[in-house]
């Protein structure tokens, strides 16, 4: 088994006045050779957008790219014509495969929203752009790990262009649990989102990252109520 530790304070950090940014992996002006991604997750940015303010329309290609509302609403644009409010319980992808241009702002003129924002490395490259999102009933992963991401139209959560599974997980302190690696050679990368985690021996606190491969299955222990994100990806490209 194989292990990186990332702590919340050793993220890249971008403040914009309107835009407060956390960077685990390299991304904008936070470039670090020794953080650019974690197999083919390429990008896990923490976001807080003030009430009215958004990223104007920008390009992207041949990436898989998810939203996750953790607190009010996201509102989206596309060239498309596409527009959707990403509600807090939302999961949204977009695979921007051949390329496409799209806006992200807060939906709210009056709250700030807070979301994750992920980018995943596709399997196939020039696909059609498209879209999913699915609302996620949050007492479904009381103690137990709700599948939001899978490569499969026909699994549950949304799909995306690559052997990926991601899971959220709501613990009770003192919950133990074991979570299996969907794939032969995928590698997990465990992000806390409110709480404290210990995994496989590693203690996680509120925001910080570990990523663990060359193994079958971690085991996860709630140090006190805990929200985890699991994103289970494949470590070679």
């Known amino acids: 088994m194989k292990t990186v530790f990332h702590a919340a304070s050793t993220r890249g950090h971008a403040s914009h006045g309107w835009l407060n940014s956390y960077h685990t992996f390299s991304f904008g002006g936070y470039q670090n050779p020794d953080r650019v991604h974690f197999g083919a997750l390429r990008v896990l940015n923490d976001d807080t957008v003030a009430a009215g303010m ?5 390009p992207h290609d ?8 953790l607190s ?10 596409r527009k959707a409010v990403i509600r807090h319980g939302d999961v949204q992808v977009m695979s921007a495969g051949t390329g496409i241009a799209h806006s992200e702002k807060n939906h709210s003129n009056t709250e700030e929203v807070k979301f994750l924002q992920i980018w ?6 020039n696909v059609a752009p498209r879209y999913d999102q699915q609302t996620f009933r949050a007492e479904d992963r009381h103690n137990l790990f709700q599948q939001i991401l899978s490569p499969s139209a ?3 959560g949304v799909w995306i262009h690559q052997d990926a599974w991601f899971h959220l997980g709501d613990f009770d302190a003192g919950q133990t649990t074991e979570y299996a690696v969907k794939r032969p050679g995928n590698g997990v990368y465990v992000f806390v989102l409110e709480g404290d985690a210990t995994v496989n021996g ?9 990523g663990v491969w060359d193994t079958d299955s971690l085991q996860i222990s709630a140090d ?5 994100l699991l994103m289970d990806v494949p470590m070679s490209l």
């Open 54 to 58: 958004g990223f104007g329309r920008h």
């Open 62 to 69: 041949n990436m898989e790219i998810i939203s996750i509302p």
């Open 72 to 81: 009010g609403d996201l509102e989206h644009q596309d060239s498309t014509g």
């Open 120 to 125: 995943v490395f596709p399997n196939k490259r």
């Open 154 to 156: 026909d699994d549950a």
């Open 202 to 210: 590693q203690a996680l606190h509120r925001r910080d990252g570990l």
């Open 224 to 228: 006190s109520h805990t929200q985890l």
